[in-house]
């Protein structure tokens, strides 16, 4: 029984099995006041495939779909002018916060109303326009790019 309790506070303390640390803060470059706002893949217009791609013609990848396990990370869009490579991993403190675990954010998407805007919006991807609505993502956040 006793190797079973230090085993499991191994675990614990080293996050070995575990990607979700219970620490929500991340450290990296700081960007704070960024204003988050949301926007979600539009299916209705059958003929134009990109209103549910990234940049690079992938699937957009949607919070909900995150929380629902059914995402390996949620699809974030910034400044194109910013050159960030595809896949540049960005933590929200305030996300992590509300939801109670780390959210993985991956910068892979762009579009003309975040042009020039550089780190001061960023639009992360939800499910739904209903989903689009909520204010835990339409606020001012920090970014942490890690």
Same mark, same amino acid.
């Given at each position: 029984?006793?190797? &079973?309790?230090?085993?499991?506070?191994? !675990?614990?303390?080293?996050?070995?099995?575990?990607?979700?640390?219970?620490?929500?803060?991340?450290?990296?470059?700081?960007?704070?006041?960024?204003?988050?706002?949301?926007?979600?893949?539009?299916?209705?217009?059958?003929?134009?495939?990109?209103?549910?791609?990234?940049?690079?013609?992938?699937?957009?990848?949607?919070?909900?779909?995150?929380?629902?396990?059914?995402?390996?990370?949620?699809?974030?869009?910034?400044?194109?002018?910013?050159?960030?490579?595809?896949?540049?991993?960005?933590?929200?403190?305030?996300?992590?916060?509300?939801?109670?675990?780390? !959210?993985?954010?991956? &910068?892979?998407?762009?579009?003309?109303?975040?042009?020039?805007?550089?780190?001061?919006?960023?639009? !992360?991807?939800?499910?739904?326009?209903?989903?689009?609505?909520?204010?835990? &993502?339409?606020?001012? &956040?920090?970014?942490?790019?890690?």
């Amino acid at each position: 029984m006793y190797r &079973v309790i230090l085993f499991l506070l191994f !675990i614990i303390r080293t996050n070995a099995l575990f990607d979700n640390d219970l620490d929500f803060n991340c450290r990296g470059k700081t960007f704070k006041n960024v204003t988050l706002t949301a926007y979600y893949p539009d299916y209705t217009n059958q003929d134009n495939e990109f209103g549910f791609q990234d940049k690079k013609g992938r699937k957009l990848r949607t919070l909900q779909d995150y929380l629902d396990g059914r995402n390996d990370y949620v699809t974030l869009g910034m400044d194109e002018q910013l050159g960030m490579p595809y896949g540049t991993k960005v933590c929200i403190p305030e996300l992590n916060k509300h939801f109670g675990h780390r !959210i993985r954010l991956e &910068v892979r998407d762009s579009s003309f109303d975040l042009y020039g805007l550089g780190y001061s919006r960023a639009d !992360i991807c939800v499910r739904t326009e209903i989903d689009s609505y909520d204010t835990i &993502v339409n606020r001012q &956040v920090t970014l942490i790019f890690v």
